[in-house]
């Protein structure tokens, strides 16, 4: 059998949901519309654009395409101006150890995240390498919860989709996980990735020897 491990980006591999609030929090601010760190929770693993319909809709403003898409690009090149520093010592806690046994055991690896600044990430914190493939908010129709993204990736490794492991940090990116039929490991709350089919706190509560059986399996 072919295996194939897909991970998320943000919230798995760098924790850029802070940015992203922050993106956010300006827009609000100047819309008038609250928005705090929990608001910004619903945010995660969700497309950029449905991030602002959800925005739109917790002020009930109503907006002409043309502005909601200037303030689509607005709330990017903040973002953007935020990661600008972004460097290796984001990566998160543990994700090393990981990456590294499987590179070296020649796993076939690809990333499988909603961004469409998910190539950029990469090569600030100087990952591009690890990843055979690249699967981004830029090459998929249908956002997570749809298994799309994770379906595309797996052809894209000529992995088999049953022997596919993929880690996730939001609840849409594990229910696409187990509809497209891949073993799911949950990084965050276990309360929130409940369908999760393995649950860590983070990275560092994995074990090698876990990850050597996944291999296994
Ligand atoms: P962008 P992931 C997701 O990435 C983020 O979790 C989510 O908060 C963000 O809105 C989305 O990417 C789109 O990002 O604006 O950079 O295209 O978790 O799927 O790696
Ligand atoms: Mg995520």
């Known amino acids: 059998k072919n295996i194939g491990f897909i991970f998320d980006l943000d919230g798995v591999i760098v924790d850029t949901a ?16 609250p928005f705090d760190e929990e608001a910004n929770e ?7 654009k449905r991030c602002l319909q959800q925005l739109l809709e917790m002020g009930q403003l109503t907006v002409s395409k043309e502005q909601f898409d200037a303030w689509l690009i607005s709330k990017n090149e903040d973002y953007l101006s935020y990661i600008e520093g972004m460097d290796s010592s984001e990566i998160l806690p543990g994700v090393m150890k990981v990456l590294d046994y499987l590179k070296e055991r020649d796993i076939p690896m690809a990333l499988g995240s909603a961004s469409k600044n998910a190539r950029a990430i990469l090569a600030k914190v100087g990952l591009t390498e690890y990843f055979d493939t690249v699967v981004d908010g830029k ?17 894209e490794l000529g992995a088999d989709v049953k022997s596919c492991v993929v880690f996730e940090d939001a609840l849409a990116g594990i229910e696409a996980a187990n509809t497209a039929g891949m073993v799911s490991i949950g990084i965050g709350h276990p309360d929130i990735l409940t369908e999760a089919d393995y649950n860590f706190k983070d990275f560092t509560e994995i074990e090698l020897a876990f990850i050597k059986e996944l291999i296994q399996k």
Do not use: M, Q
């Open 18 to 33: 802070g940015y992203h609030y922050l993106a956010w929090k300006k827009l609000a601010d100047e819309l008038g519309i």
């Open 42 to 48: 619903a945010f995660k693993g969700v497309s950029r």
């Open 139 to 155: 090459a998929v129709t249908k956002a997570k919860p749809d298994p799309e993204v994770f379906l595309i990736a797996a052809e």
